[in-house]
């Protein structure tokens, strides 16, 4: 098993494990062409994100998204961590604790200062993991607004 950054050859493999995220998820359903265009998006954009991959042999056994933004509380470069996922016969042995870590590392050693990730409320396994790896509860709520229509009214 090694961490890496994703490349082009990954993409399908990605866009399998986020299918088995999305759909233990509430708020989002799999919608393969759509998960394909983003990861795409973001291969081609490393300076707003970075995909790491969890590989076994010569396969993809995990992933994250840590998609780059800027804090003025904190002054700097922050973390978004998202999908966040490990295919099933890999949980529960250490690996995601690796993955998210080698990411942690990277993003400190990138000059980050803080990670946010969002996890479903309702995923207690997930909630649990995130807590043990030092994340806290925020007081923020998130709030999220569909704006696909407003482009027509664009000046």
Same mark, same amino acid.
């Given at each position: 098993?090694?961490?890496?950054?994703?490349?082009?050859?990954?993409?399908?493999?990605?866009?399998?494990?986020?299918?088995?995220?999305?759909?233990?998820?509430?708020?989002?359903?799999?919608?393969?062409?759509?998960?394909?265009?983003?990861?795409?998006?973001?291969?081609?954009?490393?300076?707003?994100?970075?995909?790491?991959?969890?590989?076994?042999?010569?396969?993809?056994?995990?992933?994250?998204?840590?998609?780059?933004?800027?804090? $003025?509380? #904190?002054?700097?470069?922050? =973390?978004?961590?998202?999908?966040?996922? =490990?295919?099933?016969?890999?949980?529960?042995?250490?690996?995601?604790?690796?993955?998210? #870590?080698?990411?942690?590392?990277?993003?400190?050693?990138?000059?980050?200062?803080?990670? $946010?990730?969002?996890?479903?409320?309702?995923?207690?396994?997930?909630?649990?993991?995130?807590?043990?790896?030092?994340?806290?509860?925020?007081?923020?709520?998130?709030?999220?607004?569909?704006?696909?229509?407003?482009?027509?009214?664009?000046?």
């Amino acid at each position: 098993m090694h961490i890496a950054f994703a490349g082009s050859d990954d993409l399908d493999a990605m866009a399998d494990l986020l299918q088995e995220l999305f759909a233990l998820e509430a708020d989002f359903k799999p919608e393969r062409a759509k998960q394909l265009a983003a990861l795409r998006w973001i291969l081609d954009h490393p300076a707003h994100g970075r995909l790491f991959v969890l590989r076994d042999g010569g396969g993809v056994a995990g992933m994250a998204n840590a998609l780059i933004s800027v804090s $003025t509380a #904190e002054g700097g470069p922050v =973390l978004v961590l998202e999908d966040i996922i =490990l295919a099933a016969g890999h949980r529960g042995n250490g690996l995601g604790r690796q993955l998210v #870590e080698h990411v942690l590392r990277w993003a400190a050693g990138e000059g980050m200062s803080r990670v $946010t990730l969002l996890a479903d409320r309702d995923n207690a396994a997930a909630l649990g993991f995130y807590r043990r790896l030092g994340f806290e509860e925020s007081a923020m709520v998130v709030r999220r607004l569909d704006i696909r229509g407003l482009a027509k009214d664009a000046p």
